[in-house]
């Protein structure tokens, strides 16, 4: 069974900064894709970023130009650089691996202040 273990979440005032990590105890090259997804209180699970083949990038629009996706593949981590963050990102933040099955880490908690 494969582990995603997410860290990096916390406070942060609006405008600041965060990186999001994903470590798996499997070779991340192994899956299709990766993906990092939020949820909100109240509110459906939603796609943030994902990367195909550790190359193919794509972003929801709501955080295009202000987050990064990005993977470590000697520390099988997955990231994702927060910038210019806005209280609407507030979330509990998931990591997803794609391969013969569909893993999800545990969440982590990002809040951001106005």
């Known amino acids: 069974q494969v582990q995603l273990v997410e860290s990096g979440g916390g406070l942060v005032q609006a405008g600041g900064s965060l990186r999001l990590s994903c470590t798996a105890s499997?070779?991340?090259?192994?899956?299709?894709?990766m993906a990092w997804y939020r949820q909100a209180p109240g509110k459906q699970r939603e796609l943030v970023a994902s990367?195909?083949?550790?190359?193919?990038?794509d972003y929801a629009d709501s955080v295009r130009g202000r987050f990064t996706i990005s993977t470590d593949n000697a520390k099988n981590t997955l990231y994702l650089q927060m910038n210019s963050l806005k209280p609407e990102d507030t979330a509990v933040y998931y990591c997803?691996?794609?391969?013969?099955?569909?893993?999800w880490g545990q969440g982590t908690q990002v809040t951001v202040s106005s």
């Open positions: 997803n691996a794609k391969g013969t099955q569909n893993h």
């Open positions: 499997a070779r991340i090259l192994y899956f299709n894709a």
């Open positions: 990367i195909i083949r550790t190359t193919i990038r």
